[in-house]
């Protein structure tokens, strides 16, 4: 039987028990509190013959971003395949985009998503996801034009609309359109204390314009109500520690990663990366973290099978590796990477082309600062810059590489691409403890020359 659900898109239960668990089950996704899954199986019990809750738990696992959970989303796939027949258009649209997630066909899940969303700009399950992978694809564009093409059409008073809004305010921030970003943020809260990804933006406004110590402020204010057993968690932390690096608080930074970054806190890669990458800031600052490095790597299962599967994730984990002081485990999983990237088996992955063409160049240069090579770091990193987008993440997640190609200048003999970038930061923010301490280095290194 079919019937309209709460946003009136046609569904194809007429459990309510099973639609109110599913319903659940998206709050949960676009909240980050807890997981879906148990939601899930509790409206797949209900209505054992609804194929979309068994595409959501596919599309939750993929979204996870790691290889070994593929099979699992597989699973899933065949099960709602075995139910598409009753299932409305809408649910086989979610299901072929979902099965294209499934081949890493990335570009081709969201433009389907995109064309659900025409058709129905409040079907937030599309939004949320297409907005993951969008994200996952460096697609800034679309993080701001999807959710404002579907806002005006949502009612103010649906629960999940403060959702889409936190949707929103990202996508502006990451297209610098910051006092925007800030204010539609800071609406999604008013509405709903609890959007993580509405905290999140604000909070990378701030970070984005240097505005470190009411940054830090800010994640004190919302922290508590944003990440309460919420995936976001780890995340928030990590902006947390950047604020703190901003004021050059090493010890703070420290702290925040054995407690929050490291240890058993992270379940996933996706949770690693930002262990990884303020270690490698740490040890591009010149301090000794192989210590706290080797720790984070206990807990990264060295599993080959993941490398080239996210180029974002396998880029990280260099990251982790050479802040551990581990440059041969490096080489060797760069070695891996790059065998992963020439596999034609895998070319059609979208994913496929960003590891080959951005992360593979991208990776041997890091490698190279490794290794004390700092004018081949340089000459390797500086030329990628522009297609450094093409990894996804936020503009704070890939300033990482920025922060390397900074330190290669101040090490080797390219003072003025070095110059070049520190005058980009300080065009973008105010003098920042952490800028200060690169322009010290710079001019010190200029003096040396003289
Ligand atoms: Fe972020």
Redesign the pocket.
């Known amino acids: 039987m079919v019937s309209p659900d709460l946003r009136g898109m046609p569904c194809s239960s007429d459990s309510a028990a099973a639609r109110d668990a599913a319903e659940q089950a998206l709050r949960r996704m676009m909240s980050f509190h807890g997981t879906p899954l148990a939601d899930l199986d509790a409206a797949i019990a209900a209505d054992p013959q609804w194929c979309l809750p068994h595409v959501m738990k596919a599309g939750f696992l993929l979204g996870l971003a790691e290889r070994s959970l593929g099979p699992r989303a597989d699973e899933h796939l065949a099960q709602a395949h075995a139910l598409a027949l009753h299932a409305t258009l809408r649910e086989r649209a979610h299901l072929d985009a979902v099965q294209l997630l499934a081949q890493g066909l990335w570009h081709g899940a969201c433009r389907s998503w995109g064309e659900l969303l025409l058709q129905q700009p409040r079907d937030a399950l599309a939004l949320h996801w297409a907005q993951l992978w969008d994200f996952y694809r460096g697609d800034a564009i679309s993080l701001r034009q999807r959710p404002a093409r579907a806002l005006p059409d949502w009612d103010a008073a649906d629960p999940l609309q403060p959702y889409v809004l936190g949707l929103y305010a ?1 996508g502006l921030e990451e297209n610098n359109l910051h006092a925007l970003a800030e204010d539609v943020g800071r609406q999604a809260l008013a509405a709903n204390a609890q959007v993580p990804w509405a905290v ?2 604000v ?2 406004v701030m970070e984005v314009q240097g505005r470190y110590e009411e940054g830090s402020a800010w994640l004190r204010q919302h922290q508590p109500a944003a990440t309460e057993n919420s995936g976001f968690a780890s ?1 928030l932390w ?2 947390k520690a950047l604020f703190r690096l901003e004021a050059l608080d090493i010890a703070g930074v420290l702290r925040l990663i054995d407690n929050h970054l490291s240890g058993e806190a992270p379940r996933y890669t996706l949770q690693r990366v930002g262990a990884a990458s303020i270690l490698w800031r740490l040890h591009l600052l010149g301090e000794d973290v192989s210590a706290a490095g080797a720790a984070l790597l206990e807990r990264w299962p060295a599993d080959d099978g993941e490398a080239g599967h996210h180029a974002f994730n396998d880029v990280h984990r260099v990251l982790a590796l050479l802040a551990a002081a581990e440059q041969g485990r490096a080489e060797a999983w760069v070695a891996r990477c790059a065998e992963k990237a020439m596999d034609v088996d895998d070319a059609r992955r979208s994913n496929h082309a960003t590891a080959r063409e951005v992360a593979l160049p991208l990776m041997r240069g890091l490698l190279a600062l490794g290794r004390g090579d700092a004018d081949g770091a340089v000459d390797s990193l500086y030329p990628l810059r522009a297609s450094v987008p093409r990894l996804g ?2 503009q ?2 890939r300033d990482v590489i920025d922060l390397s190609v900074l330190a290669a200048a101040a090490r080797g003999g390219r003072r003025q691409i070095g110059r070049a970038l520190l005058n980009e930061r300080l065009m973008a923010k105010p003098l920042t403890p952490l800028t200060r301490w690169w322009v010290d280095r710079l001019a010190d290194d200029e003096e040396e020359r003289a």
Do not use: K, V, Y
């Open positions: 990202f999140h933006a909070a990378h995340h990590w902006l993440g936020s704070a997640q």
